[in-house]
């Protein structure tokens, strides 16, 4: 069968203990949620990726790129194919300029700064997902994003030629850039950062936590924000006034401590998830003539 013939050529590039099949994806969401992928692997290079993307080209495979896993749902069927998370790893540190592997936590990254007193990473504490998911969505808390920072970005195209691409390029917006549109896997980017005071660094950094801990379901599984913010309104008071919070469907409910999210009440489906989606933005066209758009990627069958 051509998944065993996959799966053993994946083997002979990145090791028997990177390379899964029929993996739960749950496994690899902050949701909790997800059917299996055929095949996931790991890839600790960018040569290992290149070699990958060779065997995907071979058999034709659909590919399907994912980081932390944090800003997703995976379809209760799962995913076919190839499921390739890129753990490439580095930070380096030049003066006020980052340069950080695309398998980086943001988490981790943004502490590192602080402790080098770089200032502009401060809004990162508390988003759990890799360098190259915030890039690829712009990631962004607090009125600061990935695109007022981010120098340059280099990544490998689907033909496994290596490429770099500086701001503007990125064509960064509101939880887009490029690689929403364009398929490419992040190898590493690199940020320019602003020197500033380590105490006020870390004052903004455990206000920003604070207020996380205070108005986020942060302890239950979930994908963060569901939707995005819209224009003119803020999207989760109007949930909100819709009288849904703590609102259930299955095992997904609407967050009674921040409208905004939807979380996993332990055995939430992917189908619980996107129902709920459904009635939120019914219940809120109906309520409020607006129609509001999600934030998190939905990817799977």
């Keep these: 069968m051509i998944i065993k013939e996959i799966n053993q050529e994946l083997i002979n590039i990145v090791s028997k203990e990177n390379v899964r099949q029929y993996e739960p994806m749950k496994k690899h969401t902050t949701f909790n949620i997800g059917g299996m992928a055929d095949i996931y692997v790991l890839a600790d290079t960018k040569e290992q990726i290149q070699d990958i993307l060779k065997i995907v080209k071979k058999y034709d495979v659909p590919l399907t790129i994912v980081g932390n896993g944090s800003n997703l749902l995976v379809k209760d069927k799962g995913i076919r194919g190839i499921v390739l998370k890129p753990n490439l790893k580095g930070i380096t540190v030049d003066r006020d300029k980052i ?6 936590l943001l988490i981790k990254v943004a502490k590192i700064a602080a402790e080098k007193e770089l200032s502009g990473l401060e809004f990162a504490c508390g988003i759990p997902g890799t360098i190259g998911g915030a890039i690829k969505m712009n ?3 607090y009125g600061s994003e990935m695109k007022d920072i981010v120098l340059k970005t280099t990544y490998i195209d689907m033909e496994g030629n290596i490429n770099t691409i500086y701001n503007k390029e990125h064509e960064f917006d509101y939880r887009r850039s490029v690689f929403c549109k364009q398929k490419a896997i992040i190898i590493e980017t690199e940020l320019e950062l602003k020197f500033g005071q380590k105490l006020e660094i870390e004052k903004k950094i455990e206000e920003n936590k604070r207020n996380r801990i205070e108005k986020q379901p942060i302890s239950m599984p979930s994908a963060g924000s569901i939707f995005k913010r819209g224009e003119g309104f803020i999207t989760a008071k ?11 469907i299955g095992g997904a409910q609407v967050s009674e401590k921040h409208a905004g999210f939807i979380v996993n009440t332990g055995n939430a489906t992917a189908d619980d998830v996107i129902n709920l989606i459904s009635l939120i933005k019914n219940k809120v066209k109906k309520k409020f003539q607006v129609d509001i758009e999600t934030e998190i990627q939905i990817i799977g069958e």
Aim: charged letters at 20%; one cysteine or more.
């Design 99 to 104: 340069t950080a592997s695309a398998g980086e």
């Design 139 to 141: 990631a962004g808390a």
């Design 238 to 248: 109007l949930i909100d006034e819709c009288g849904l919070k703590g609102f259930t």
